[in-house]
């Protein structure tokens, strides 16, 4: 990594940035490939969890981890450089991409700082394959667009961006200036990428305002306040975004049978071309090119919708109403709603989002809620939406008179007479009342108040039978099996606000989140450490065993003392200790560690733990060290070869990146993993969450069904807690 004796503060204009980026472009230019340029600048006090939450979009992959013990923690979000890889060699094959980065690396600014510098957030499976379909593949490492992370009341801010021989120097000054500007002078927000909460369809008492063609329309002030400066052309996956702070938009959402591949592909190659020359100039679309492009998109797709492709789902009344009232729920709290049109396989929306809530963030919100409960309603599963959108930026007052007789006519040129399913609301009348939101009733557990409903994956105490057969066998002699728990909410999860109960509750504990960036986090509060290493010393641990806290200090004690005297807990302790000196042992590491386990109380359980130091010799990096040691004999068993092959088969469904291997590296070498344990993927309204149990000779299903319990307990109630 080159770091130049630059400091971005000492002379913070966008001259100056624009200059310092046209000499990272040169370079780039020079070696004939791109470069990272990573920017550090300290900044005032944040609390990186509020950071990503104030900014949180399902749809941006971001990372995540803090010990609230520590005064430790750190988030990272988009991404500026990535890489997969799978099989046996991924530790290896992820160190030959972070090595390959470094060395194309240009760091200015508070580098030395606390986390300064760009960081390589990575996360590794369970397994070293996964299957078709899993949300997060087996190894994933990304450099963030941007972190932000705080260590020893210190906060520093990072900007990480890709630098080409060709860049467009002017846009990427603005994205850096912008983002400085944000991080310098930070203002929280909460709600960000919240779905709405879920309906109750018994107490909707408004419908909306029937819609009359040609009616008189009052334009919205956002149409004539646009400025179009400030639009920001945005394109992921199949089609463009359009971005501008206090705009009009007109979109549209498809369900997910509804619009063939090849109708889409020959819409993408007319629009790209559209496209790059706007992009190419560095400025938004065109009057005249905003026309084609929506001529285009009417020509390809909206005439195929209205042919009736696909199911059609929405054509029945109970879906269309799901629908409908997502859709007006937040009304003058996120959005003035101003129209809408529910078509037999598609949506039409127009929306003027508040500040503070963006539209991509809006239209998630209604597709998640409403997925969910079409799906339980129709008694299927697998998608229910397309995964994008369409949107319309709208310009003015002629434009907007287009896209809201363009909505309400949808259902007559499709043929659809005295359609109930459109209506308008805030333009051209009074807004329309708040609706009241209701919450169904389900079953957590014995307590019907609980927002939402569980159900196990199969059969744990008979799995835990079957893995005792295999030890009295003689296949291995320790095996750690774990159950699944898939709970449904009455309404989307906000995975970052289910991980702060967790992280109030467990300050000991990492508290983590990895999101994919389609929607779906991994979250957790995980008491074990895997691996650290900090100026070339590394540290694990040996953590096995539980007992639950007593409700009193006598009792307390009682429970740590019974766990220390345990032979069965004693004996799954010390396999997890020898496999980690066994396996450290081949690179040279000399091990420092107690004779005797002591107590690694946490807030709901007590561990066996026993804490291993050693000197990193030369050479020796710190994933050379975790490709040892993961998966450990506490997530695992012992031999680790022989139980790990039998897990899945006994558990029956895939672990992803429960028991996994989850941190971050810094570009000295340092870095820290700890374990994916007291875990859940939540997507949407569903979460499935994690626990395990260490089973050896001597262990009774019933006892360790009961371990599972208690474990599942904190998450389970982070859970509760948020929705």
């Known amino acids: 990594m080159t770091i130049?004796?630059?400091?971005?503060?000492?002379?913070?204009?966008?001259?100056?940035?624009?200059?310092?980026?046209?000499?990272?472009?040169?370079?780039?230019?020079?070696?004939?490939?791109e470069k990272l340029v990573s920017i550090s600048l300290a900044v005032d006090a944040l609390d990186p969890l509020a950071v990503l939450e104030s900014i949180f979009e399902p749809d941006e992959p971001h990372f995540y981890t803090e010990r609230p013990?520590?005064?430790?923690?750190?988030?990272?979000?988009?991404?500026?450089?990535?890489?997969?890889?799978?099989g046996p060699e991924r530790f290896a094959q992820v160190q030959r991409f972070i090595d390959d980065t470094l060395a194309h690396t240009i760091a200015v600014g508070d580098v030395e700082a606390p986390f300064g510098g760009p960081h390589f957030f990575t996360t590794f499976t369970f397994h070293d394959e996964v299957e078709a379909g899993e949300p997060f593949a087996a190894a994933h490492v990304f450099v963030p667009r941007w972190q932000v992370a705080r260590a020893g009341g210190v906060t520093t801010a990072v900007a990480n961006l890709l630098v080409a021989p060709d860049a467009d120097l002017a846009a990427l000054t603005e994205r850096v200036w912008r983002a400085h500007g944000k991080f310098a002078n930070f203002e929280y927000r909460s709600g960000a990428g919240v779905p709405p909460a879920g309906p109750d369809l018994q107490e909707q008492e408004w419908r909306g305002r029937p819609a009359r063609i040609g009616q008189e329309v009052t334009v919205p002030d956002a149409v004539n306040a646009l400025r179009l400066a400030s639009v920001e052309i945005r394109d992921r996956g199949y089609l463009p975004h359009w971005t501008c702070e206090g705009a009009i938009y007109a979109v549209n959402f498809r369900l997910a049978d509804s619009l063939p591949k090849h109708v889409l592909a020959g819409w993408m190659t007319e629009r790209d071309d559209i496209v790059r020359r706007a992009e190419a100039a560095g400025r938004p679309l065109s009057r005249t090119e905003q026309g084609r492009l929506d001529e285009l998109y009417s020509e390809r797709v909206e005439a195929f919708l209205d042919s009736g492709e696909g199911e059609c789902w929405l054509a029945r009344n109970e879906i269309a109403a799901l629908v409908r009232d997502a859709i007006l729920h937040f009304h003058g709290e996120r959005y003035e709603l101003l129209a809408w049109?529910?078509?037999?396989?598609?949506?039409?929306?127009?929306?003027?989002?508040?500040?503070?809530?963006?539209?991509?963030?809006?239209v998630h919100s209604w597709k998640s809620w409403t997925a969910h409960q079409?799906?339980?309603?129709?008694?299927?599963?697998?998608?229910?939406?397309?995964?994008?959108?369409?949107?319309?930026?709208?310009?003015?007052?002629?434009?907007?008179e287009h896209a809201l007789e363009y909505l309400l006519a949808n259902p007559e040129r499709a043929g659809l007479r005295d359609w109930q399913w459109v209506g308008t609301c805030g333009a051209g009348g009074t807004p329309a009342p708040r609706l009241r939101a209701g919450r169904p009733r389900h079953i957590y557990g014995q307590d019907a108040r609980a927002p939402f409903s569980i159900r196990d994956v199969g059969d744990y105490r008979a799995a835990v039978a079957r893995g005792l057969e295999r030890i009295a066998a003689g296949e291995f002699q320790k095996i750690v099996l774990a159950r699944a728990r898939d709970v449904v909410a009455a309404e989307p999860l906000h995975p970052l606000r289910v991980l702060n109960a967790l992280r109030q509750r467990f300050p000991d504990c990492y508290a983590f989140s990895a999101a994919n960036g389609r929607g779906q986090s991994f979250i957790g509060a995980s008491p074990e450490r895997l691996v650290r290493v900090s100026q070339g010393v590394l540290e694990t641990e040996a953590l096995a065993g539980s007992a639950p806290r007593g409700a009193g200090a006598s009792e307390d004690a009682a429970a740590g003392g019974a766990l220390l005297r345990s032979e069965k807990d004693r004996r799954e302790q010390r396999l997890v200790l020898d496999s980690i000196l066994r396996r450290l042992a081949p690179l040279g590491l000399r091990a420092e560690y107690p004779d005797t386990p002591g107590l690694r109380r946490l807030a709901n359980v007590q561990h066996l733990h026993t804490p291993v130091r050693a000197v990193l010799p030369d050479g020796v990096r710190l994933l050379d060290a975790l490709a040892r040691l993961h998966p450990t004999p506490a997530v695992g068993g012992s031999p680790r070869e022989a139980a790990v092959a039998r897990i899945r088969e006994l558990e029956g469904f895939p672990r992803g990146l429960y028991a996994g291997a989850l941190g971050w590296i810094n570009a000295r070498g340092g870095g820290e993993f700890f374990v994916g344990l007291r875990s859940a993927l939540v997507d949407g309204a569903t979460a499935r969450i994690y626990a395990g149990a260490g089973i050896v000779a001597g262990s009774e299903p019933e006892r360790e069904y009961a371990e599972t319990e208690l474990k599942f307990r904190a998450v389970q109630d982070a859970l509760a807690g948020s929705s």
């Open 341 to 362: 049109c529910i078509m037999p396989n598609h949506v039409h929306v127009i929306l003027h989002p508040f500040n503070g809530y963006s539209l991509k963030s809006i």
């Open 4 to 33: 130049l004796p630059i400091h971005p503060a000492e002379n913070a204009t966008p001259e100056a940035l624009g200059a310092f980026l046209a000499q990272c472009r040169e370079m780039a230019a020079r070696d004939g490939r």
């Open 374 to 400: 079409a799906n339980r309603c129709l008694e299927r599963t697998g998608e229910f939406w397309q995964e994008e959108y369409y949107d319309h930026l709208v310009r003015d007052e002629a434009d907007y």
């Open 69 to 86: 013990g520590m005064e430790s923690a750190i988030a990272g979000a988009e991404i500026a450089v990535a890489y997969t890889a799978h």
